[in-house]
């Protein structure tokens, strides 16, 4: 499906053939939705406001949901309207070339964008799908790789994804959540990095950065994902009267893999907060290493000074200070109470 600011509108035959329809034919729109066994599904990229005037003025959507069209960011919900039903839901974008350094920098952007770090680019697109009999209309900003990927399966073999609303609607639903696999990946690889340069002392303050922008990512994903779960939950109780008996049990699976992407969320989260206690810890142990270095460092030079602050008082019964080699004897008795001083912390493994 195309999505640079352009309106691109599939249409599902009765006998499982797919078709797509230019936009001079758009207008056979309202006659297809109501042909018997054929859905239409319109897709618009980067919607205008003419974009967003049509789907008011011909789809006759609810003034809410074009509100919510014109805001964005929204909350991933399930709205009920007389005759029709908003999805609103998140994937991931441009997964296929980043490296996994996504950095969280706050809430879901204008553009639904999570973050970006050290020139990584992942990312979250927000996606408005208004389901009613007979047709599909998925709003999108940016590339959607859900949309086009389901869009190329209906245009290669309908019978791919299914000829009802309801399975297309769980066709996108379902690309969406598992574009979240390869990014709980790539943390999970970060975060074994991250603890492999931890464990082996190698961690730089950028280290400790990371740990908190990955554990403030998580969190933000876990924002998206728990609303998407209630939505899965909502759509599988049937209160959407376009999901028929045939449709639950795959969104039973969507639900499930959205218990499993959560269940993943939590224990990343616990990782996370280890590898936080472990950088702490290392951190709290190799400044010990150096005070245990520095007061042995400290006790070997004492000895021999309080030798020569002893023999620098001003007195003159000090043993050996009028001999001729008591001058050397204190030299030797000075350094052999260093080398003692010194094999024994080396003993104790203080230096």
């Known amino acids: 499906m195309s ?20 936009n001079a034919s758009l207008e056979q729109i309202s006659d297809l939705r109501t042909t018997p066994d054929t859905v239409v599904w319109l897709d618009i990229g980067d919607p205008t406001e003419d974009d967003i005037a049509l789907l008011e003025r011909e789809f006759d959507l609810h003034p809410l949901a074009i ?5 964005r960011r929204q909350r991933p919900k399930v709205d009920t ?28 952007g204008a553009q639904g964008r999570v973050g ?52 297309v609607l769980y066709a996108i639903l379902d690309a969406a959540v598992d574009g979240y696999f390869p990014l709980l990946d790539r943390l999970s690889d970060r975060i074994d990095g991250l603890e492999d340069r931890i ?3 190698q961690q730089t303050p950028e280290t400790l950065r990371e740990v908190l922008a990955i554990k403030r990512e998580l969190l933000e994903l876990r924002r998206v994902l728990a609303p998407m779960r209630d939505v899965a939950n909502h759509l ?12 639950a049990p795959y969104y039973q699976d969507l639900y499930d893999h959205l218990v499993r992407v959560l269940d993943q969320l939590d224990l990343y989260r616990d990782l996370v907060a280890s590898t ?16 245990k270095r520095l007061t042995a460092f400290t006790v070997v030079l004492m000895l021999p000074t309080l030798v020569a602050s002893i023999y620098g008082m001003n007195f003159r019964a000090i043993p050996g200070l009028d001999s001729p080699a008591g001058f050397w004897l204190s030299l030797v008795f000075m350094l052999a109470l260093a080398v003692a001083a010194g094999a024994y912390f080396i003993a104790k493994d203080w230096f």
């Open 199 to 201: 464990v082996a002392s």
């Open 236 to 247: 599988l109780r049937r209160d959407v009267e376009l999901l028929d008996d045939e449709a």
């Open 116 to 167: 970006r770090h050290a020139g990584a680019g992942v990312d979250l697109g927000e996606l408005h799908l208004f389901a009613a009999p007979q047709q599909l209309i998925s709003v999108h900003w940016g590339p959607s790789p859900s949309i086009a990927d389901v869009g190329e399966r209906l245009s290669q073999r309908a019978g791919a994804v299914g000829r009802t609303v309801g399975a």
């Open 276 to 291: 936080l206690d472990a950088n702490l810890s290392v951190t709290s142990n190799n400044l010990n290493a150096v005070m």
């Open 81 to 108: 309207y007389p005759g029709q039903h908003v999805v609103v839901a998140y994937e991931v974008r441009d997964s296929a070339g980043a490296q996994g350094r996504p950095r969280a920098q706050g809430r879901v």
């Open 3 to 22: 999505h640079s600011g352009t309106r691109t509108c599939l249409v599902l035959e009765a006998d499982g053939t797919s078709r797509t329809l230019d």
């Open 67 to 71: 509100e919510d069209l014109r805001k």
